[in-house]
């Protein structure tokens, strides 16, 4: 485990079509400057038939943003909720993530994109401070 906290981000896009049968018309990696990597896309099915699920998996992955210390984690953290934790109460495992209760809506189209926020590299007892500061 190394000193600094790592937080990758996930995107679902659910739309008035796709919530009709219980699905997401879009998800996958998403990063800080509003950018998104869909893995339900036919550019990533294209990939995988190229190089294979993981490798393409892999490569559509961006690096996770890295903190310093709880602190600084939660201090970004605040900034994206409120959230809904993945676990209820929070577990003791550090599997635990934090997906915004509130979407951006596109009302145009009723398409709604959540982000979810997921730590590693971090011990259960950081990872579950950090949850309970945010949710």
Known sequence: MSNTIKISMTFDTVTPESAEDGGTADHG???????????????????VAK????QALASMTPA????????????FLSK???FETSCSPVCDNGHCWL??????EDFGTGAVTRLSFHLSDV???????IIEAVA
């Open 29 to 47: 990696f998403a990063s800080p400057g509003g950018w998104t990597y869909s893995i339900a896309d036919y550019a990533f099915r294209a990939l």
């Open 51 to 54: 190089d294979g699920y993981a």
């Open 64 to 75: 996770p943003l890295e903190f310093a210390d709880a602190e600084e984690a939660i201090e």
């Open 80 to 82: 994206s909720g409120p």
């Open 99 to 104: 997906t915004q209760a509130d979407g951006d």
């Open 123 to 129: 011990s259960p007892a950081v990872h579950r401070e």
